[in-house]
């Protein structure tokens, strides 16, 4: 069972990335998955967290309005795009499967007790 996180980088402040989570080994279509990052010197956060079926979100207050979180169970593939960058989003972003369908979202999701599975992280950087 592997998530490979992809498509960090060093991008401008005001910039856009999207972040892509693979999953192999298994499916994780009937699974929530979760977005978290880890910044220098701080401890792992939330980020966001995407329903089985893709069609509710739950947002971190620091990102909302500027991420937006999708996913393709076909291609067991889940994504978070990010806009409107910040150096204070420089981070080390891991996806991560949740233990259940994340209906209803409960507050379990967002934290790290609420994930099974965790990808190794993909670093991005935001420069001023």
């Known amino acids: 069972v592997q998530l490979q996180a992809s498509g960090g980088g060093l991008v401008q402040a005001g910039g856009s990335l999207r972040l892509s989570c693979a999953a192999s080994?298994?499916?994780?279509?009937?699974?929530?998955m979760g977005w978290f990052r880890q910044a220098p010197g701080k401890e792992r956060e939330f980020v966001g967290i995407i329903t089985w079926s893709g069609r509710s979100t739950s947002l971190a207050d620091s990102v909302k309005g500027r991420f937006t979180m999708s996913r393709d169970n076909a291609k067991n593939t889940v994504y978070l795009q990010m806009n409107s960058l910040k150096p204070e989003d420089t981070a080390v972003y891991y996806c991560?499967?949740?233990?259940?369908?994340?209906?209803?979202?409960?507050?379990?999701?967002?934290?790290?007790?609420?994930?099974?599975?965790w990808g190794k992280g993909t670093l991005v950087t935001v420069s001023n």
């Open positions: 991560a499967a949740a233990r259940g369908t994340g209906i209803p979202i409960s507050s379990l999701y967002y934290t790290e007790r609420g994930m099974d599975y």
């Open positions: 080994g298994r499916t994780f279509s009937n699974r929530a």
